[in-house]
């Protein structure tokens, strides 16, 4: 059988029981095999293959951390592969998937001041807000929330949609101001009005994708408007994270709020700072 072959049966297999973009991705990973041997058998991909792939992706423009993934979802299509005994080993216990660190300064609770105070209220930036005083609600599960999932206007009750877990969250008085003016400013069903309700499951998948980048396209203009580092749907959640390590909170209690699954996730996650922001975080530290 060749990888192609496998490849395929997998996303049909997991085609209603992974999210949209798990398999948008899965799919974007396997057209970069697609280009390099369509044709490759499962039996023949050993250390020398894996690394010819890689070096067919560097040579042909791809980052270090896209490289990364794509082996990430290799690997774990091969190791689909061992476990239904398609396959006698995978590869890739002798191959090492290297990330590029990237340091970023995130953004700091200064800089949500600014964006509180300073910023057009639009759907995006309330929605973005909305997050950060969530403890980082994902931008999937912010576009998916219904008007009925806000109970008594004091909490959101959902699931996740990236694991299924359930999510039971008090609103602190500015996440409850926000739902309240959103409850009030239209008449869908959504909380907020970035996708229509009640989409078969690609059509929402889609929808979100491009909320996603109207959204990123209006932050770019706050970005410039309040002179922040940057400002995307992804920064609220790194934002809140920043916020707690700098108010002390411990790790543990920090991955619980993000829903990790893993504290290595959250430590990783964390490891991303860049020197100025931890330098912020010390010196806040010694501020006693």
């Keep these: 059988m060749t990888l192609i ?29 697609l280009k390099f041997e369509y044709d490759v058998e499962l039996t023949d991909i050993d250390l020398d293959w894996l690394h010819r792939f890689e070096n067919f992706m560097r040579q042909t423009g791809n980052k270090q951390n896209t490289i990364a993934s794509t082996m990430s979802s290799l690997k774990s299509t091969l190791q689909q592969a061992v476990d239904r005994d398609v396959l006698q080993k995978n590869p890739f216990k002798k191959y090492k998937i290297r990330k590029s660190q990237t340091f970023e300064r995130a953004i700091m609770i200064e800089d949500v001041k600014n964006i509180e105070e300073n910023a057009e209220r639009n759907v995006y930036v309330d929605a973005w807000l909305f997050s950060f005083y969530c403890a980082g609600v994902r931008i999937g599960d912010i576009c998916r929330l ?5 109970i008594g206007g004091k909490k959101i009750e959902y699931k996740m949609h990236k694991n299924g ?10 996440a409850q101001a926000i739902a309240e003016k959103w409850m009030r400013a239209h008449d869908g069903a959504r909380l907020f009005p970035l996708i229509d309700a009640h989409l078969p499951r690609d059509e929402e998948g889609r929808q979100i994708k491009r909320a996603t980048s109207r959204g990123n396209a209006v932050f770019k203009e706050v970005v410039k408007q309040l002179d922040l580092p940057h400002m995307s749907w992804h920064a609220a959640r790194a934002a809140f994270a920043t916020y707690m390590v700098r108010k002390g909170t411990d790790i543990d209690t920090i991955r619980q709020l993000l ?9 990783e996650y964390l490891a991303s700072r860049s020197d100025d922001q931890l330098g912020d975080i010390v010196s806040d530290a010694m501020d006693f």
């Design 165 to 174: 877990k359930r999510v039971s969250l008090p609103l602190n008085p500015k």
């Design 5 to 33: 072959e496998f490849w395929e049966a997998r996303l049909e297999r997991e085609a209603e029981s992974t999210a949209w973009n798990t398999q948008r991705k899965l799919r974007s990973h396997l057209n970069k095999v």
């Design 146 to 150: 219904y008007k009925e999932q806000v």
């Design 259 to 267: 829903k990790h699954s893993s504290i290595v996730t959250t430590q």
